[in-house]
């Protein structure tokens, strides 16, 4: 069975940093790309950041509005995803979801919020 | 980017038959999903590939389309069907969502 757990989230003050974690098991993790996806409350879904396996090189891409102050980072080892977000504005407050995916986003985990405010 | 545009919320009683529409700013060819995502919960696959259905969801959802034009069907709808709905494309960089329609029953 697919999991998919996301750990890291909480309360941060405007300009802090995150790092946020993705444990994943009952798949093969290194066939697959994986992903970050946010969702603020009440809002629709926007893709944030992914990093292809190692067949690609582990290539990473980010979403447009968060470049810079994000990074996407895995370990095949571990099974494991990461997500570090600096500089963090209120408009950052949303449930992060890790996905995996290779063309379409298959499997979700949970989720875990993240919550900018002084 | 893409931009995909989805009707905001649908009304419609159990056992009526109900598409959900998704038109994209530009080409995505096939590469258009349709995710459902109940609340407080994370989206579910429900299609992928414009027209292919994921592996365990009832057959009563459907999905059609190609280029800009994209139709999620649920025939018939039962009560578990409330949620939300969202279309993705993958085929142009960045990957992008519809803002998702929010079907509710009668």
């Known amino acids: 069975e697919v999991q998919i757990l996301e750990t890291g989230g909480g309360l941060v003050k405007p300009g802090g940093s995150l790092r946020l974690s993705c444990a994943t098991s009952?798949?093969?993790?290194?066939?697959?790309?994986m992903n970050w996806v946010r969702q603020a409350p009440g809002k629709g879904l926007e893709w944030v950041a992914q990093?292809?396996?190692?067949?690609?090189?582990?290539?990473?891409y980010y979403a447009e509005s968060l470049e810079g102050r994000v990074t996407i980072s895995r370990d095949d080892s571990k099974s494991s995803v990461y997500l570090q977000v600096s500089s963090l504005r209120a408009e950052d407050t949303a449930i992060y979801y890790c996905t995996r995916s290779n063309w379409v986003f298959d499997y979700w985990g949970q989720g875990v919020m993240v919550t900018v405010s002084s | 980017d893409t931009v995909l545009t989805q009707s905001p919320a649908l009304a419609v009683s159990p056992g009526e038959r109900v598409t959900i529409s998704c038109r994209a700013s530009e080409s995505v060819s096939t590469g258009m999903h349709w995710y459902q995502q109940k609340p407080g919960q994370q989206p579910k696959l429900l299609i992928y590939?414009?027209?292919n259905l994921e592996s365990g969801v009832p057959a009563r959802f459907s999905g059609s389309g190609s280029g800009t034009d994209f139709t999620l069907t649920i025939d018939p709808v039962e009560a578990d069907d409330t949620a939300t709905y969202f279309c993705?494309?993958?085929?142009?960089?960045?990957?992008?969502f519809g803002a998702g329609t929010k079907l509710e029953l009668k």
């Open positions: 993705q494309q993958s085929w142009n960089d960045p990957y992008t």
């Open positions: 590939g414009a027209s």
């Open positions: 009952g798949f093969n993790f290194n066939d697959y790309f």
């Open positions: 990093i292809r396996n190692k067949n690609y090189n582990y290539a990473t």
